[in-house]
């Protein structure tokens, strides 16, 4: 799970080019839109194309279920070890 | 104090044979040689036929006879800013023909050696004399066509002005006169005024130390050079020749107007203008650092333009413009009107759409350098994948180098971030950041925004400045695995090729000393170890700017890498 944590900080830092930050800079736990990371609904939806090249997994229609998954980079490797179709 | 003659009639009505028109080397060159100059390009441009032709050429004497032959054989001269092959390609759809420097598979044209004293009619006000391009700070350069009349109003306007104090005096210049603002003044002017001009430029302040020890002088600068003006040359033993000093094409910075008034004893004549425009203000700032700009005679100018969010605009009506009876120019400044002239307040709204919302950019760098952290801030939109996203180059203060050197560059990006946040929508905060020394400006003293793009280019290494002189700079610079210089150099075992060695030792030098844009040759290049991804390394850069030698050296805890020497040429890039 850690190892998987770790593939998504560096997917969230290359697909978003966050300059500057390495990925032991990203608290796994902390929130990646607005405070935290400072992302916004742009990214989400950029972060949502990568996560489904890289892992085969698909976002729900229910936003609120996104939201959930897209809570931290913890709730996003909780999301994907459950729904990945590509290892 | 010779007397004033128009350019229309300056051949025409003419000085006496042995009145001096220029000094090169040691040798006056005088009205009689001029005019015989004049002769031969008239008759070269007549032979060669077309009413278009490019002219670039170095010596300032050539190049005024070039023009004036020009002129009185009708041709349109256009002005190249440079003569690098792109500038001169981008200008054969134009042009008839070149002048002076060529593409490499066209002939120049040259003046004709013998040809018969020309009898010279006086030109018409309306000739389409001349073509300038903008360095405009952004976007593509944009062609100005100027008639005789404005150049000659203008010329004019400087005699009003300036010629009672300026007397005799030799003109001599930092600023190429291939743009419009060293044309006017370092040739145009004094020839309309009698006054003999330096046929070469002075490139470097050693230059100027020595032009002033032969004598009095008016010099004619640009921000960029009385920004480096180096304290450790002996400008008292000097400055008394130092007559008058002018100033423009871009915004003097106070610490360029602290060097002037320390270091040559006078502040200067600033002009206030642009290639659309010509001149339209001035100041001189001897003691009151915020003194008013002083609108030129004859020139009106007056802010808003009627719309709501524009009430500060400045525009311009003015003989040095080429506009129908009564039209206003709208410049890109906004200004607050004083009597007798007016006070910038910096540059007009730069409005951008950001994923449908309107982000002003001059409103987020006033906030960036009202934060305390920076002196100087540009944002500039960049095209990052599917996204345009916004970045900031600043120049730091104090504060915001001791942020950066304690918690990296991260916690200066990030307190940017959190000073702009309350401000703008959070999908409009800059994402990404450069932090320099010195805002990277052209020979006028702008700051492109293809050379701020640049330093976002991947090609560019990260680096720190470990130690920093006049002459040495000590930069610790990451050769990243990241880097698109290591894909395929070699499949298996990537290392970082000798020619981007050498690419980032200039880069990087071009980006700490005022360098000459031609490169010339390489000596003494060695290639001692491999440099693999993730090499912290050490780039330790030396100028000699007298002998024009960019000396580097790259090392690393494993010990040296690479050294070598760059030798450039031509004027200040």
Known sequence: ?87 | MAEPLALEHLLVHGRPPGHPVARRDERLLDFAALRARAAGWCAAFHAHGGLRHALFLEDAFDFAAALLGAWHAGVCVYLPADARPATLEALRAHVHGFAGRAPADLTAVTPLPDAAAADFRPLSPDLAALVVYTSGSSGEPTAIPKRLSQLSREVATLGALFDAEAGDVPVVATVSHQHIYGLLFRVLWPLASGRPFDAHGLPYPEDIVAALKAGPALLVASPAHLKRLPASLDWPAVRGNLRGLFSSGGPLSPEALQACRDLLGRAPVEVYGSSETGGVAWRRRDTDDAASWRVMPGVEVRTGTGAADDDEVLAVRSPHLDLPEGAWFTTEDRARAVPGGFDLLGRRDRLLKLEEKRVSLSAMERTLVDSGLVREARVLPLSDGHRVTLAVVAVPDAAGWRLQETGGRRSLNQALREKLAPHFESSALPRRFRYLEAMPVNPQGKSTEAALAALFDPRRPPFQVLERTAERVLLSVEAQAGSPYFDGHFPGTPILPGVVQLEWALLLGREHFALPKDFLRLETLKFQQVIPPDTRLTLELTWAAESGRLGFKLTSDAGSHASGRIVLGGGVG
């Open chain 1, 1 to 87: 799970m850690l190892e998987l944590e770790h593939e998504i900080k560096r997917l969230v830092i290359e697909t978003l080019n966050l300059e500057d930050l390495k990925p032991d800079d990203i608290d796994p736990a902390a929130p990646l839109f607005v405070e935290g990371l400072g992302l916004d609904s742009i990214d989400a939806l950029e972060l949502g194309l990568a996560l489904q090249k890289s892992y085969g997994v698909v976002l729900a229609s229910d936003s609120k279920e996104n939201r959930r998954h897209f809570a931290s980079v913890r709730a996003l490797a909780d999301f994907v070890s459950t729904h990945r179709t590509k290892s």
